[in-house]
């Protein structure tokens, strides 16, 4: 298939549907790889046989089930551009199904292991207070962990007790910081922030030591320490704290549109997952505690 093809849609993701750059950078390589298994088969001689076999090659490769259901929301987003720009008169993803079993649950940390990593950071140092901040805001709010990086110091109002954060897909949304949050913000600000930029200005509202915005590499190495220091033995990944966000919020009877807004996801199905990590806790509660259980 002709590369230019390839390079028209990645095009057509950033201008018409304002996908993300790393979003787009994910839908290239899937989609290069994708492509150099077919050869220089024509669009309208690829079979959805042909997609399933890269599928099930991907899968023998070991890749996770997040990363094979953004390969096949990638190949489905492709074909159907082929299709609307008349590259190709058929779909083969058309009653594509997601293969079972891709859909892996989101690890969350129980409400107990929780408090015990966010009482880690000491609040007596600049690092320390930041990083308090940091992960009483990231537990508070459900932010992911680059948009928690990305914040500005103008898009957070400690008056009003809400920020506004510019999700995937260039979308804004305003969530809720709540006053235990908003609160630590306020010692960061008034306490740690100069003493880390030492004179220096940065638009970030969170700052390293190098006098500039903290990375998400660098902050997630902050977590990883701390989750050792508290004892954690729950494998944690970069929105441990955002899902632990969403299952405890919909554990304690959350309405499922409203923690769909706070986490910025466009589709409700993409929220619903965590009603099955309820819904899963129930269960084992039941089989524990029930005589019939």
């Known amino acids: 298939m002709d590369p230019a093809i390839l390079k028209k849609f990645l095009a057509y993701l950033s201008v018409e549907k304002g996908l993300s750059r790393n979003t787009i950078q994910s839908y290239r390589n899937d989609l290069t790889r994708y492509l150099g298994r077919l050869k220089d088969k024509p669009p309208d001689e690829i079979r959805q046989s042909d997609i399933l076999s890269h599928l099930a090659a991907l899968s023998s490769l070991g890749i996770s089930p997040a990363s094979s259901a953004r390969n096949?929301?990638?190949?489905?987003?492709?074909?159907?551009?082929?299709l609307?720009?008349?590259l190709a008169a058929t779909d083969p993803t058309i009653n594509l199904e997601t293969p079972r079993g891709w859909k892996r649950l989101p690890g969350s940390l129980s409400m107990?292991?929780?408090?015990?990593?966010?009482?880690?950071?000491?609040?007596?140092?600049?690092?320390?207070?930041?990083?308090?901040?940091?992960?009483?805001l990231l537990y508070a709010t459900g932010l992911r962990v680059s948009e928690l990086v990305g914040l500005k110091r103008g898009d957070i109002n400690l008056e009003r007790g809400f920020l506004i954060v510019m999700g995937k897909g260039s979308k804004e949304r305003a969530v809720p910081l709540g006053e235990h949050a908003a609160g630590w913000i306020r010692e960061y600000l008034d306490r740690a922030r100069a003493s880390l930029l030492k004179g220096s200005e940065a638009g970030e509202l969170f700052v390293s030591l190098r006098r500039r915005g903290i990375t998400r590499q660098m902050f997630w190495e902050r977590i990883k320490l701390y989750a050792v220091k508290a004892g954690i033995r729950t494998s944690i990944s970069p929105h441990t704290l955002r899902h632990s966000f969403a299952t405890h919020l919909l554990d304690n009877g959350a309405d499922l549109r409203a923690v769909q807004a706070m986490l910025g996801h466009s589709d409700i199905s993409t929220t619903?997952?965590?009603?099955?990590?309820?819904?899963?806790?129930?269960?084992?509660?039941?089989?524990?505690?029930?005589?019939?259980?």
């Open 72 to 82: 096949l929301a990638a190949i489905r987003g492709f074909h159907k551009y082929l």
């Open 84 to 86: 609307i720009d008349g």
């Open 112 to 136: 107990a292991d929780v408090e015990s990593l966010l009482n880690q950071p000491d609040p007596n140092t600049p690092l320390g207070l930041r990083d308090k901040a940091m992960m009483e």
């Open 272 to 293: 619903q997952i965590y009603t099955h990590v309820s819904r899963d806790r129930l269960r084992k509660i039941h089989e524990k505690y029930h005589p019939r259980g």
